[in-house]
Nanobody, 115 residues
Framework: QVQLVESGGGLVQPGGSLRLSCAAS????????MGWYRQAPGKQRELVAS???????NYVDSVKGRFTLSRDNAKNTAYLQMNSLKPEDTAVYFC?????????WGQGTRVTVSS
């Protein structure tokens, strides 16, 4: 069974940091592009960051310089380091893994940035 399990979400004050983890099982992890979407209430789903199997990263402009996406193929895990968090980063973050015609999704983890 394929599973992507996210962890690390929670409540943080503006300017704080969180690290999200996405642990994959049931796939050959190194063959998959990985990344995160996020969705806030009443807003469209937004692609936040992605990383290819080769390690090339891409970020939405609003998080550049603040978020860092990495992967550890030995641990079958992708990480999203989130620094200098802003209230507008508040959303449910969904991990994905993609290869060719197949995409898998995590269950989502909630990030709330508030004083």
């Amino acid at each position: 069974q394929v599973q992507l399990v996210e962890s690390g979400g929670g409540l943080v004050q503006p300017g704080g940091s969180l690290r999200l983890s996405c642990a994959a099982s049931g796939i050959i992890f190194s063959f998959y592009d990985m990344g995160w979407y996020r969705q806030a209430p009443g807003k469209q789903r937004e692609l936040v960051a992605s990383i290819t199997r080769e390690g090339t990263t891409n970020y939405v402009d609003s998080v550049k310089g603040r978020f860092t996406l990495s992967r550890d193929n030995a641990k079958n895990t992708a990480y999203l380091q989130m620094n200098s968090l802003k209230p507008e980063d508040t959303a449910v973050y969904f991990c994905f893994g993609k290869r060719d015609y197949v995409t898998y999704w995590g269950q989502g983890t909630r990030v709330t940035v508030s004083s």
